[in-house]
């Protein structure tokens, strides 16, 4: 922790209070929490049932492993988990692999949402610790995930960081599918792959492709004590604004599409 200038994160408990207090310190009403690594689940869960009116849980998932059928209903069966994220770049396997579709099939039977990460894909810490990050780009790409989403409409799909360099293809993804949404999160600096563009210009497009109504706002805040990435909220919001965004519509970005995917269980 010292290495990587983190706090500790204490108990499970601990860190849930910690992140109300952020989010409550920073007048956000609720967030997605994401166990990022095996057997952190439980404790992503632990923290929605402590303040379930205030955290949505995901985990990711390794379909490449093997049963997955069996292995997504030990973890959804209580409810308390309502996202499955893939990470193909990092596992290994085609977004239109046969166990990818029992991946979307549980979620269509389970009526959870897929989170899938396409694009470059960088893990902070291993950056950090000078890890190699021997992950298949070739492997995240938007297009191959259409190809299965659109065999399941119900199916919520989100697509983080407007894919993560592959801006085009996500569009086309979209497009094609109207189950699949894009998350805006983290400071997008995919996008130096293309010169000249600017985030004003990738919100213009997204809101002409996606529509006001699949586009979620996200930060991708980790650890503390940065805790709740504020400046990148500040960034958005002012890009809505400049680009001339409705009211209406920067409510639904910033909130309102989210709570609608994932409306407060009682």
């Not at 193909?88 to 549980?106: Q, S």
């Amino acid at each position: 922790m010292h290495q990587l200038g983190w706090d500790d994160p204490g108990t499970a408990d601990n860190l849930a209070d910690r992140w109300v207090a952020e989010l409550d310190t920073r007048q956000v009403a609720r967030a997605a929490l994401i166990a990022s690594i095996p057997g952190d689940e439980e404790s992503v869960a632990q923290a929605v049932r402590r303040h379930s009116s205030r955290f949505v849980g995901f985990f990711m998932f390794n379909p490449a492993a093997g049963e997955v059928s069996s292995r997504l209903a030990r973890t959804l069966n209580d409810g308390t988990l309502r996202g499955i994220c893939l990470f193909p770049a990092m596992h290994g396997y085609r977004l239109d692999d046969e166990r990818v579709k029992e991946v979307f099939a549980v979620a269509a039977e389970r009526r959870r949402a897929v989170f899938v990460h396409c694009g470059v894909l960088t893990v902070g810490v291993r950056k950090k610790l000078g890890l190699p990050s021997p992950f298949d780009l070739r492997f995240g790409d938007p297009l191959a995930l259409a190809a299965v989403a659109s065999r399941f409409p119900g199916v919520p799909v989100i697509i983080p960081h407007f894919g993560a360099g592959m801006l085009r293809e996500a569009l086309m993804a979209v497009e094609q599918c109207s189950n699949i949404h894009l998350d805006t999160s983290s400071s997008n600096s995919w996008m130096k792959y293309y010169p000249g563009l600017t985030i004003d210009q990738v919100f213009r497009q997204a809101i002409a492709v996606a529509g006001p109504d699949r586009i979620l706002f996200g930060t991708d805040s980790s650890f503390f004590p940065r805790g709740w990435q504020h400046p990148v909220y500040d960034v958005q919001d002012a890009v809505l604004r400049t680009i001339g965004v409705s009211l209406d519509d920067r409510e639904k970005i910033l909130s309102g599409n989210f709570d609608r995917l994932f409306p407060v269980e009682d």
